[in-house]
T-cell receptor
């Protein structure tokens, strides 16, 4: 069954508003979670590494002030897209590693459309 | 080793034929490799994995081959079915809490 859950699955927001996407590990503790973005017909691009209790590590070219990541507990990481613009419309996917990092689970993904 | 901005190549096969999807990975230090299947609008779905101490691993209808010398992975799907139509990504990984790095992806289209 699904061990990583994302919410919402679909969201439409107005340009300039902020949107929060949640990623939860359902039956394991995830000290590290990863956020990916996928544009149509492209591969998954790593945005940032979310570490429980510390600041996220962002990939080059990803604006940390625009994509706020909070990993406040061992089962929840949130990605907030601030002041969203139409070009932020994408499929956002999180993944989490269990203890030891040997098993990787993906969320179902969240479609964001900014109008 | 991240894919950027290229449209996905497409592999078209007849139903019942075997499919071979290839992937070149970038990091010689990667020690774990995974093939994912992604259907439209959904997250990646695990298919099969292989560790760097192996060169072949078989699953149900799928086989993954690893050639570390040339940093190449392949996914073989036997008796391809319409339900196999999807985009397939290889991903490489180093042990520990490091992120998966995805390859460019290949769209498999099965012709009935």
């Amino acid at each position: 069954g699904a061990v990583v859950s994302q919410h919402p699955s679909w969201v439409i927001c107005k340009s300039g508003t902020s949107v929060k996407i949640e990623c939860r590990s359902l039956d394991f503790q995830a000290t590290t979670m990863f956020w990916y973005r996928q544009f149509p017909k492209q591969s998954l691009m790593l945005m940032a590494t979310s570490n429980e209790g510390s600041k996220a590590t962002y990939e080059q070219g990803v604006e940390k002030d625009k994509f706020l990541i909070n990993h406040a507990s061992l089962t929840l990481s949130t990605l907030t897209v601030t002041s969203a613009h139409p070009e932020d419309s994408s499929f956002y996917i999180c993944s989490a590693s269990g203890t030891g990092g040997s098993t990787i689970y993906f969320g179902e993904g969240s479609w964001l459309t900014v109008v | 080793g991240e894919s950027v901005g290229l449209h996905l190549p497409t592999l078209s096969v007849q139903e019942g034929d075997n499919s071979i999807i290839n992937c070149a990975y970038s990091n010689s230090a990667s020690d774990y490799f995974i093939w994912y299947k992604q259907e439209s609008g959904k997250g990646p779905q695990f298919i099969i994995d292989i560790r760097s101490n192996m060169d072949k691993r078989q699953g149900q209808r799928v086989t993954v081959l690893l050639n570390k010398t040339v940093k190449h992975l392949s996914l073989q799907i036997a008796a391809t079915q319409p339900g196999d139509s999807a985009v397939y990504f290889c991903a490489e990984f180093s042990s520990g809490n490091t992120p998966l790095v995805f390859g460019k992806g290949t769209r498999l289209s099965v012709i009935a």
